[in-house]
């Protein structure tokens, strides 16, 4: 079993530990070195690789000065530029990571970036800033259809697999996902059950496939619910999923 731990870093992002077994660990998207130094000193642990979903800042910053700590792979998407990756992996590749008795495979989720890659193995994704709880990351560099065929990848992973994704944005999504649907009770549900974590100081991650099914509206693009609730404030008539994902994503882009 793997354990994975959420460092916090920067504003909102969360870098995560990965551990097994051994005091050797990984950590995905590292925006910055320092909090991961300190947890790896404070608790005796050995970094053995990098694992980067994209080439934002955010998300890659901490890789030079973990590499002049210890000299480790840094596994990346091969179609998305990313600064420091020795190990560049193509679409779907499976790779081992070192240290840790796991085997991903690296999705291909373009939209946010051009070449994101979400990790996908040993029950876990970590899906960067493709997919968030009850959210989805911005089109920078992608379209619409990118992004819902990527967010369809991840929906079709088996409903428990649990999602790491870089930021704490659960709280905001909700609010939105509310607008949206505002009679899923699923969603006043993860309201309630989010602000406790928080309070209590505690991240609202890891989330599940299918908890995520049930709240984001993202990722139900295709329900007569969202869909009716897209062309209320679009103004229009939109006659397919993508359609009802680009205006769901200029309207949270403004909300």
């Not at 916090?8 to 969360?14: G, K, Q, T």
């Not at 997919?131 to 990118?146: H, I, N």
């Not at 428990?160 to 999504?173: D, F, K, L």
């Not at 209320?232 to 200029?250: I, Q």
Request: overall charge negative.
């Amino acid at each position: 079993m793997i354990a994975v731990t959420a460092i916090p870093a920067l504003r909102d992002n969360y870098i995560w530990l990965l551990k097994g077994e051994t005091e050797r660990v990984a950590v995905v998207d590292p925006g910055e070195a320092e909090p991961v130094l300190a947890r790896l000193k404070a608790d005796n642990l050995e970094l053995a690789a990098i694992l980067v979903t994209h080439h934002h800042y955010d998300h890659t910053d901490g890789i030079p000065a973990l590499r002049a700590h210890r000299d480790v792979p840094v596994f990346g998407p091969a179609a998305d530029t990313i600064a420091g990756v020795t190990e560049a992996l193509d679409a779907d590749a499976s790779f081992e990571v070192p240290g840790i008795d796991v085997t991903f495979q690296a999705l291909a989720t373009p939209g946010h970036t051009r070449g994101q890659a979400a990790y996908f193995g040993g029950g876990m994704a970590f899906t960067g800033d493709t997919l968030f709880s009850a959210g989805c990351g911005r089109l920078f560099e992608g379209s619409a259809g990118q992004m819902w065929a990527s967010l369809g990848r991840l929906r079709a992973l088996p409903p428990e697999t649990r999602v790491y994704c870089g930021h704490e944005y659960t709280q905001s999504n909700l609010r939105f996902a509310a607008e949206v649907e505002p009679d899923n009770q699923s969603i006043a549900q993860r309201q309630a059950w989010a602000a406790k974590r928080l309070a209590a100081g505690q991240p609202t991650l890891p989330s599940t496939i299918g908890d995520e099914i049930e709240f984001n509206p993202f990722l139900r693009a295709d329900r007569d619910s969202v869909r009716l609730a897209a062309e209320k404030n679009m103004g229009e008539s939109l006659h397919d999923p993508v359609a009802v994902f680009a205006a769901l994503r200029t309207w949270k882009d403004n909300y």
